[in-house]
């Protein structure tokens, strides 16, 4: 007896959804998904950090080797600006993008809050107001199966894909679910591992965005 394994629908975990297609958006899905629908996508909204220096002083910003940008980063330019001199170290005070003060770190620490580094002192002190800039790109803007590991934005749920798709070679230009919407748990595609807790959190981050878990 041959025994044969349904696979998913398009739509099959849509509970509810607003009048036409107002809860759905066509986006890019990144080359190297292959991907059933009712997957649980994110997007890669973040990109990569670059720093600059202005005033006095010659040490050094070293950013994190591992997790540069932080899930919680915003797109633009942080500042971390030397609010009080010392030799051979200082405090700098970290802002960001909306002049948001996020803390302040001294001279050899680490300083941990959307984005990580370390800033070391140089032959010639910092002096007050002396600043370095760190620039966190936008992301591609694609959309990929959620990835809890990522830093880029594809470690927050942020919609869920309307049927199977196939870009393990090429991007593909796909529809998604996206707010104004209910959609079915048991319908939903995860990443492997994936534990209840995780999930709970993933689907609070749908809910952000007005896609519902039932």
């Known amino acids: 007896m041959t025994t044969f394994t349904e696979g998913r629908h398009a739509g099959e975990h849509i509970v509810s959804q607003a009048s036409g297609t107002r809860s759905r958006d066509v986006v890019t899905l990144a080359m190297g998904n292959n ?3 009712g997957t649980v996508l994110g997007k890669a909204s973040i990109g990569a950090a670059s720093t600059s220096f202005s005033g006095t002083g010659n040490g050094t910003i070293t950013m994190d080797a ?13 500042t971390a600006t030397c609010i009080t001199a010392a030799s051979d170290g200082g405090i700098f005070r970290v802002e960001d993008p909306d002049g948001y003060v996020l803390g302040d770190v001294a ?10 580094f370390v800033i070391a002192d140089g032959a010639t002190d910092f002096t007050v107001g002396a600043k370095f800039t760190i620039t966190v790109a936008a992301g591609s803007g694609k959309y990929g199966a959620l990835d809890l590991d990522a830093t880029n934005g594809l470690q927050i749920a942020a919609a869920v894909l309307y049927d199977n798709v196939d870009a393990t070679d090429a991007d593909a230009t796909v529809v998604v679910t996206s707010r104004d919407s209910e959609v079915a748990i048991h319908a939903l595609t995860w990443p492997d591992g994936i534990d209840n807790d995780e999930k709970d959190a993933a689907l609070a981050q749908l809910a952000t965005v007005g896609i519902i878990g039932r």
């Open 35 to 37: 991907l059933a629908a």
């Open 66 to 78: 591992t997790t540069p940008v932080l899930p919680t980063a915003k797109v633009g330019d942080y």
């Open 107 to 116: 001279v050899g620490g680490t300083f941990s809050d959307d984005i990580k």
